[in-house]
């Protein structure tokens, strides 16, 4: 979460279509389009190696400068190349500082799980996001998650992750486990244990694991 809102120039684009895209891309360029409160769409292209940066930083709020008109826009969507690894394409829908947006912050997992110095314990992470309803101007970058104090056997689900505002809702199911410190001998049975028999039984779901990917 910062102070100040990241400033992006962009220019806006005539032509769209793939082969204009990569024209754009070809030149160091990163197409996108910007949309919503009731306003046409525009397509516009920004300096890929910046605004990537931005991103990748997991920056989500940004102050686009539209050939000298200014506007606050959240990062919605992006688009990836055929082996989902770089960034091609990317959506903002326009947004009011002051209103309330539904989003998702990655979790950073930090310090040394005390409980890791037993041989054969392992760190899972079923999710590592939590969706949250926010402010736009107060939307995080990412949220630490403290783990030092972790032993075998202990949980913690998203209730207790501490959020960095008291006006931050959690969306997230409370019970969603985000890290665990299981014995790796007693994951292996229970993998085991969760294949389907001869007699087709269903195996018992332990946990769940959340991806949202495009």
Not at 127 to 148: G, R
Request: hydrophobic share 40%; aromatic share 4%.
């Amino acid at each position: 979460m910062s102070d100040t809102t990241t400033q992006l120039s962009a220019k806006k684009r005539e032509r769209t279509g793939s082969r204009y895209s990569q024209r754009i891309r070809n030149a160091g360029g990163l197409p996108a389009v910007v949309y919503g409160h009731k306003e046409e769409p525009i397509s516009i292209s920004l300096d890929a190696h910046e605004a990537i940066m931005h991103i990748t930083r997991g920056e989500k709020v940004f102050e686009l400068d539209i050939e000298g008109a200014s506007q606050h826009v959240l990062l919605k969507d992006l688009g990836y190349d055929y082996l989902g690894t770089n960034i091609i394409h990317a959506d903002f829908a326009r947004v009011d500082l002051n209103e309330r947006v539904q989003t998702k912050a990655h979790l950073r997992f930090i310090g040394d799980a005390l409980g890791l110095k037993t041989s054969g314990a392992i760190m899972m992470h079923p999710s590592t996001e939590l969706e949250l309803d926010v402010l736009v101007s107060n939307i995080p970058d990412h949220i630490d998650v403290d783990v030092s104090e972790m032993e075998v056997g202990d949980i913690i689900h998203a209730s207790d992750v501490k959020l960095p505002l008291e006006s931050m809702k959690l969306l997230t199911d409370p019970e969603t486990i985000v890290a665990q410190i299981v014995m790796k001998a007693v994951q292996e049975e229970e993998g085991e244990a969760g294949e389907v028999g001869a007699d087709g039984a269903e195996p018992e779901v332990i946990s769940e694991k959340k991806e949202d990917a495009e």
